[in-house]
């Protein structure tokens, strides 16, 4: 088999993508208060709109480091599962699915503020703004939800032919049921830690398999 670039550094997307999601939760931050004057004077500071434009980017950039990702994570699991590669398919489907729903989540988030930076003439609702606000909130819960496709495909195929440790997989039945409940927020922590793990075992595992050639080059 050739080794390639994204054989090699297409797992350390996932580990990069984590630490931009984290960045940009953390820029995020708790938002203003549930006042309405606290919430319209929070997004008129110039300080507030830059921050979450920078988080919007930040977000941004894990949605094309996830991307990577999920591309050297779909030619790991089709090399190991085979032709017609239907787990896989489900796996690297439900990974876009979440990457995707997660990106629309940040659409909504980075709204208020980058809609008040943009124009001088917005005057923003506090009940408009808890409604945009919500709503990124149901479409980042879902983008987690939406990751149990492929954390379940990754762990059946894990088990099957063991292209992770049997460990991993078994673990990853038990993190695919936590993002069933994502509306309490701590799931995305463990989808985190997934990709973490998955992405260290890939990134070691893909150093063990290079060409010595490959290995000496890097």
Avoid at 113 to 119: C, E, P, R
Avoid at 196 to 206: F, K, P, Q, W
């Amino acid at each position: 088999m050739t080794f390639r670039w994204l054989d090699r550094w297409g797992p350390l997307a996932g580990a990069l993508g984590v630490m931009s999601f984290v960045i940009a939760i953390l820029l995020y931050g708790n938002g203003p208060k549930d006042d309405d004057q606290k919430i319209v004077a929070y997004f008129a500071k110039d300080a507030h709109q830059t921050k979450y434009l920078v988080a919007f980017y930040f977000f941004f950039a894990a949605f094309l480091l996830m991307l990577v990702f999920l591309t050297a994570l779909r030619a790991l699991l089709i090399e190991a599962e085979g032709e017609p590669g239907r787990l896989t398919a489900l796996a690297f489907a439900g990974g876009v699915a979440s990457a995707v729903l997660l990106l629309a989540a940040n659409a909504f988030f980075a709204a208020p503020a980058i809609t008040a930076k943009d124009s001088d003439k917005f005057k923003l609702d506090p009940n408009t703004y808890r409604f945009i606000n919500d709503t990124g909130y149901v479409f980042f819960i879902t983008g987690v939800m939406a990751a149990v496709l492929m954390v379940a495909a990754t762990s059946v195929i894990a088990l099957k032919t063991g292209v992770f440790p049997r460990w991993f997989a078994w673990v990853g039945f038990v993190v695919a049921a936590t993002f069933l409940v994502a509306f309490f927020f701590v799931p995305i922590f463990v989808l985190w830690g997934w990709i973490l793990v998955a992405s260290g075992y890939m990134l070691l595992s893909t150093r063990r398999t290079a060409p010595p050639a490959a290995q000496s080059a890097g």
